[in-house]
């Protein structure tokens, strides 16, 4: 083939889209020049610190150096760049160069099954490296030789151009995705809600199949927001201990972290639970706030081993400083909207919060049906107690009150703070004979469990239920104070509901 020809085909290989088909046209055009047995072409990857096979002939299964790596800083680079042309077996550099080549190979292969490297050179930048391995009898001319320099020299200026274009376009989806994620979690500052999104918008970049957002709250960490595809060990809310794990690690150094295969090596005491899901790839990022104060960590994990590159993880960690202002906005909010509607000495939801969730049940009990009914509960010896043994000790049966009524109802179900010793809960879909129920059992487990000094701290109960004494939240919040105070009439210790005593 004259020099004509292979300028003409260097030329239309230089115009091919993707730096892939170029390479896979440049194999071809070599194994189309030069008889031998194996082409490899490696190709600096998206990172830049390796370079990998992106096209090799014949494409054949198990072939031994078709997932060659090489570290770009390696040593033998630098020799390949001073050399700047095809180094051949009989070369004296060629065995050395070849051993550091083949190091990283898991294979049995014998240098001298390498025949030539030629390194692909632009603008002082080593761009690839071919390889050819022609067997063993196989012998090349100064001519052939020389054709390959050729050709490498036509090619690589293409190839370096479009392997910046690549990165450039990378870049920018890149930020596409930054953008966008740093929107999605600014545009809701419950983050909960936006999470599942977000991770969606983050998967055109990282393989993700669990992620979660961690928070550090003191010595624990807290489950933020949570994503899964392969089950989870945790679920929101769930506090680990912060020591020995990944987001203490993060945190303390104010850099993201790799691990790539968690099979063969991990770091950190959750890994274990990682493990047991199927994860094979973590990384995780700092969230890292304006004032340099590290609150949380961003976590994603796939079940493929080596599934994030250096590029990626840097990614992640850029991404995570850009979403921690939004999300500690979040927690912030989160706080302030806590005290608005919770009641900090029990725990529970307080009056403000009981009124409109009254509402929110006669407009959804309106609309599908069904009944909802509300007791109003009253501690019988509150002044006794503030009396003789101080307010302190009165506060305390208070948060006692309030944690008993947490753990004696249904998660359906609601508990608030209606004000003073007096508290209220809400039953969904329950009538009055199974509200009834509830009361009584809700009193005889206060009796048994409010105890100062000698005492046993009773309560007296009132209930009404929807619609049955009224159409109105108003209505319903009326009958069961009426029958409360019915109930403290009567001597206390017991349960009303309209005229019936139970």
């Known amino acids: 083939m004259n020099a004509g020809k292979i300028s003409e085909i260097a030329l239309e290989i230089n115009n091919l889209f993707g730096l892939n088909e170029q390479a896979k046209a440049f194999v071809s055009l070599v194994t189309d020049l030069i008889e031998c047995k194996n082409v490899y072409l490696l190709i600096l990857d998206s990172t830049g610190e390796n370079l990998c096979v992106v096209a090799y002939k014949p494409v054949v299964k198990n072939n031994r150096l078709a997932n060659l ?67 063993e009898s196989a012998t090349y001319t100064s001519e052939e030789i020389n054709l390959l320099n050729d050709i490498a020299v036509r090619l690589t200026p293409g190839m370096e151009k479009e392997y910046l274009r690549e990165q450039i376009s990378e870049r920018q989806k890149e930020l596409s995705v930054l953008n966008r994620c740093g929107s999605i979690i600014s545009s809701n ?35 933020f927001a949570l994503y899964s595809e392969i089950g989870s060990n945790w679920k929101v809310g769930d506090r680990i201990p912060v020591k020995g794990t990944a987001t203490e690690w993060v945190t303390t150094s104010k850099l993201p972290v790799v691990e790539s295969d968690l099979k063969k090596d991990s770091l950190f005491v959750n890994d274990v639970y990682h493990r047991k899901q199927g994860i094979r790839s973590i990384a995780c990022a700092p969230l890292i706030v304006l004032d340099e104060t590290a609150i949380g960590s961003l976590i994603v994990g796939v079940s493929k081993p080596n599934a994030y590159n250096s590029r990626q993880v840097e990614f992640l960690g850029e991404l995570a400083g850009q979403i921690s202002a939004p999300i500690q906005n979040s927690l912030m909010f989160e706080k302030v909207l806590k005290k608005s509607r919770y009641d900090e000495l029990t725990g529970l939801f307080n009056r403000r919060t009981m009124d409109e969730q009254m509402v929110t049940e006669v407009s959804r009990h309106s609309r599908y049906g069904g009944v909802f009914s509300l007791i109003l509960i009253d501690l019988d010896s509150m002044k006794q107690i503030n009396d003789q043994y101080g307010h302190l000790i009165g506060d305390g049966l208070l948060s006692s009150t309030g944690k008993i009524l947490k753990e004696s109802i249904r998660n359906a179900d609601q508990a608030f703070r209606y004000g003073g010793d007096e508290f209220a809960i809400l039953l969904p879909n329950t009538s009055s004979s199974g509200a009834v129920v509830v009361a009584e059992r809700i009193r005889e487990i206060l009796g048994t469990k409010l105890i100062i000094g000698d005492m046993n701290i009773t309560a007296s109960v009132g209930l009404a239920s929807w619609p049955a004494n009224g159409p109105e939240a108003h209505d319903i919040v009326a009958a069961a104070d009426a029958a409360l105070y019915k109930a403290k009439n009567e001597g206390g210790n017991r349960s009303c509901y309209d005229k019936v005593v139970a």
């Open 69 to 135: 790596s090489v570290y770009a800083q390696n040593s033998v680079i630098e020799q390949m760049l001073q050399i700047r042309k095809a180094i051949t077996r009989d070369d004296p550099a060629a065995e050395p160069i070849i051993k550091e080549l083949l190091s990283e190979v898991n294979e049995d292969i014998n240098p001298g099954e390498i025949d030539i490297i030629l390194p692909l050179i632009s603008n002082d930048r080593l761009i690839g490296i071919l390889i050819l391995d022609g067997g």
């Open 189 to 223: 500052l419950y983050v909960s809600d936006v999470y599942q999104s977000f991770i969606l918008t983050l998967k055109e970049i990282l393989e993700i199949e669990w992620a979660s957002l961690t928070l550090i709250e003191g010595q624990s960490l807290s489950i």
